[in-house]
């Protein structure tokens, strides 16, 4: 046998690692100094009641011989697939049952999406970037080229028609800028994809943050998407769902190329290669779109967002410059004083024991900024808050 050599070229991801090693020695040097995390992307708050009293009822039915359940549907249960259609249809977006796909969350979707596409492709990818677009990309040995997110751009890259390129990554609201697209500035993507027959995969992970009507929840509020765009959510973020696992994938079956249909082949990967998310964690799922279910989710949401606010506020007194925060959980500061990204974290660190995430991780781009997140308490949030006032107004 031989191995695919492509591994080879993945880049080692030494961030997180890095940090906990930085963390952890720092505190076996100071055990009396409290360290606070923000820099974790995961939520903090547990499932929501609605989703919980989802579960019980169904491991109920799992117990019972008329109600159990064995292999449900691969692409997923008709019951959770017309709740996400009914959730589209609320922003004016027409799907049917059958172009979405439950799946276990969005990061797999995303890494088994590019089985679709032939392997010559070449791949746009904004820098700074979430790395699982990157990765999977070099697993596979494509070539992979990047649109510059910057301060000048407001980390918002747009289309370069002197540039060609097949698949085409857009994450909005952005992991780790927090910046997200207008409809506006999204159509013009659109028209770029459409033009050069390129595909967007569209991850949508953070819609749910989403609050101004100009902003797009879904790629496919823009015209003209449906012919070149999957989008990728997940109820991670929206439901607190990221150790419970389960997300979604919409393919239109307008999508097609040479003869075949990306919608069509995805129900043949899928069943070919996944067996659907379990029936409990699907039942969970529906629940989300229940009214009590989207109170709920709705109050967890404003929890994290009055966290992000407070980032947000603190930077704006402080006179820092920073995108995200608004539509988003995630704050992407520039780093004062000119400091580099794993500069900022040592000094942020050392002096207020605060914990955030160097920019640099995530890409070129990302070198000079930094990341800090409102998925944390908001009694942490308050106190890192106050610490690093005190110790930028210095
Ligand atoms: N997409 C982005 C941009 C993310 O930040 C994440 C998780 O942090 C994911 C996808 C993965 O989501 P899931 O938990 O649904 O796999």
């Known amino acids: 046998m031989n191995l695919n050599k492509n591994y080879a070229n993945v880049n080692d991801s030494y961030l997180f690692s890095t940090i906990a090693k930085k963390v952890a020695a720092y505190s076996a040097d100071h055990p009396e100094k409290k360290v606070l995390r923000l820099g974790i992307g995961d939520v903090t708050l547990p499932l929501a009641p609605a989703v919980i009293e989802a579960l019980h009822s169904a491991v109920d039915e799992m117990a019972k011989k008329e109600t159990f359940r064995g292999y449900g549907p691969e692409q997923g249960y008709d019951f959770l697939r017309d709740s996400i259609a009914a959730y589209?249809?609320?922003?004016?977006?027409?799907?049917?049952?059958?172009?979405?796909?439950?799946?276990?969350?969005?990061?797999s979707d995303l890494g088994n999406i590019i089985d679709l596409f032939s392997q010559d492709n070449v791949v746009l990818v904004p820098d700074p970037v979430y790395p699982v677009y990157v990765d999977t990309n070099v697993m596979a040995g494509r070539k992979i080229i990047y649109s510059d997110a910057t301060e000048a751009n407001g980390f918002l890259p747009m289309p370069d028609y002197s540039v060609d390129a097949d698949i085409i990554y857009?994450?909005?609201?952005?992991?780790?800028t927090g910046a997200a697209y207008t409809k506006a500035?999204?159509?013009?993507?659109v028209d770029y994809a459409n033009k050069k027959g390129a595909v967007i995969l569209y991850d949508a992970a953070y819609e749910c943050f989403i609050k101004d009507d100009?902003?797009?929840k879904s790629i496919y509020q823009v015209e003209g998407a449906k012919t070149c765009?999957?989008?990728?959510?997940?109820?991670?973020?929206?439901?607190g769902f990221t150790g419970t696992r389960c997300g979604y994938t919409v393919v239109p079956k307008s999508i097609t190329k040479g003869g075949l249909s990306a919608n069509k082949m995805w129900l043949r990967r899928q069943t070919t290669k996944f067996n659907g998310v379990p029936y409990i964690v699907q039942r969970a799922a529906a629940a989300v779109f229940t009214p009590e279910g989207r109170k709920q989710i709705a109050e967890n949401l404003a929890y994290y967002e009055e966290n992000a606010k407070l980032i947000a506020n603190t930077l704006?007194?402080?006179?820092?410059?920073?995108?995200?925060?608004?539509?988003?959980?995630?704050?992407?500061?520039k780093c004062?004083?000119?400091?580099?990204?794993?500069?900022f974290f040592d000094y942020l660190l050392e002096n207020a024991q605060v914990v955030g995430t160097p920019g640099a991780g995530f890409g070129v781009n990302?070198?000079?900024?930094?990341?800090?997140?409102?998925f944390g308490s908001k009694e942490v949030t308050k106190e890192a808050m106050e610490r690093i006032k005190n110790l930028l107004s210095k």
């Open 366 to 374: 990302g070198e000079g900024f930094f990341r800090l997140t409102a």
């Open 88 to 107: 589209y249809k609320e922003r004016g977006v027409e799907l049917d049952g059958d172009e979405i796909f439950v799946s276990d969350g969005a990061k």
């Open 336 to 343: 004062p004083g000119g400091m580099g990204s794993w500069e």
């Open 170 to 176: 857009i994450c909005s609201p952005n992991n780790p």
């Open 229 to 239: 765009a999957i989008e990728f959510c997940s109820f991670s973020k929206m439901a």
């Open 185 to 189: 500035q999204l159509k013009e993507w």
């Open 214 to 216: 100009e902003l797009a």
């Open 316 to 333: 704006k007194e402080l006179g820092v410059w920073f995108t995200g925060g608004e539509h988003s959980p995630y704050i992407w500061l």
